[in-house]
């Protein structure tokens, strides 16, 4: 895709999105040491206790936070706060005989922006409804419960790299530089996020860090069908 300007993004709202995002209570500035562990009280979601038995299970899952550095917004403070763990074949779909998909998730994500221009902050608290996870990347999608930017119910898309041989982690999110689509009168406009779609993460965590640890996707439970590989859907 083209490098995208100020006056498309402004086009399509985006300008106005990036300015709106931020976490109830903004969670403290946390030490690599903190997020890579456990998520302070402050920050911790509230399903953080409620997946003990997954864990045990060994469970795909993304936990921590972090300032991020957006090259757009190199004055403001981006915070993202990440608790998710896999939950397979938990969420029926309609149609589906599976009892859900093999990336069903749970969890929460904060994301707090202040813009350093305006003194205003925007914030969005959203519910985890995606997971899937490749290596010490993964990738998830939540939808807004509430926030002072985005309607209840949109979804958005977070990735999250867990950085190696001292390299920074990294994340990026479905808004701003991506996931625009020409509309009728041949402007931009936002596209739907599907669920565990995000770009690469394309932003360097600059204070705090993330735990992706990954496993591979689950077979369905027992008597169920298997999902069609995707060349089937084609033939």
């Not at 903190?34 to 936990?63: F, I, L, Q, W, Y």
């Not at 403001?76 to 998710?84: G, H, L």
């Not at 990738?139 to 041989?165: E, H, I």
Request: charged letters at 15%; glycine letters at 12%; hydrophobic letters at 40%.
């Amino acid at each position: 895709m083209s490098v995208i300007t100020a006056r498309a993004l402004a086009a399509v709202g985006v300008t106005a999105l990036l300015a709106g995002f931020a976490a109830v209570g903004p969670p403290a500035a946390a030490s690599t040491a903190e997020a890579r562990g456990a998520a302070s009280p402050a920050t911790a979601p509230s399903v953080a206790t409620a997946g003990t038995a997954h864990e045990k299970a060994g469970v795909a899952r993304v936990r921590g936070a972090g300032r991020i550095d957006y090259v757009y917004s190199p004055d403001d403070t981006i915070r993202f706060s990440v608790d998710a763990e896999a939950v397979p074949f938990t969420r029926p779909l309609p149609g589906v005989e599976l009892p859900g998909l093999p990336t069903d998730a749970r969890g929460t994500v904060r994301i707090s922006h202040h813009v350093k221009a305006t003194g205003r902050t925007g914030w969005s608290v959203a519910d985890v409804d995606c997971l899937v996870t490749g290596g010490g990347t993964a990738t998830l999608t939540a939808t807004v419960r509430k926030s002072n930017a985005l309607d209840p119910g949109t979804r958005f898309g977070v990735s999250v790299q867990q950085g190696r041989q001292g390299q920074p982690d990294r994340l990026g999110f479905s808004w701003g530089v991506v996931n625009v689509a020409a509309d009728t009168t041949g402007g931009l406009k936002a596209s739907p996020v599907g669920s565990c779609m995000a770009p690469a993460p394309f932003a360097p965590v600059t204070d705090g860090g993330f735990t992706v640890r990954h496993t591979e996707l689950p077979l369905p439970p027992a008597g169920s069908a298997r999902p069609a590989a995707p060349h089937s859907r084609h033939r």
